[in-house]
């Protein structure tokens, strides 16, 4: 499903990029950002939070959390956190776009470094499987540190 909605996004960026009056590389990887921050950071993961936050029972059985694990909460409040970061994005831009981009690229790092050692750790990583979870979390990291590295963002004065 993340897979789905990741090249949804990046089409989507694409698209808008390729409808900017004046393109140059910083905009164009704006754009990106946004779409990244917006699109699969901000108004996914703020449902999934609410979800998880609403309905931790269903959540912790989808999850594979112990029913009542409090650190299943306290991962629906930082991901309501993180995704509030990212939605802000959108009407403050410039300098205010390396806050959640640090947030989630520190965040998915660790999400596929956990994800592939569990995996690991149950005998189940396969080279598809592995890809999967780089595709879905490594790479987003990739994408949002790229992407703001080229947006220009870094060497802007605050």
Known sequence: MFLILLLMVLVA???HASRLKEPSTPRIAEVFLLYL???YCGVPMLAFSLW??????????????PPGNPFQEFAGIAFLAMSLV?????????????????????????????????IHLKGALTHGLALHVFATHGLISILLVGALVASGVLQQKA
């Open 86 to 118: 990212s939605l802000l994005a959108i009407r403050y831009r410039r300098t205010f776009l390396i806050a959640p981009v640090v947030c989630w690229a520190v965040f998915f790092t660790g999400a596929t470094w956990i994800h592939l050692k569990d």
């Open 13 to 15: 960026a694409a698209i």
């Open 37 to 39: 921050l917006v699109g």
């Open 52 to 65: 998880n936050l609403l309905s931790p029972e269903k959540a912790a059985a989808h999850l594979d959390f």
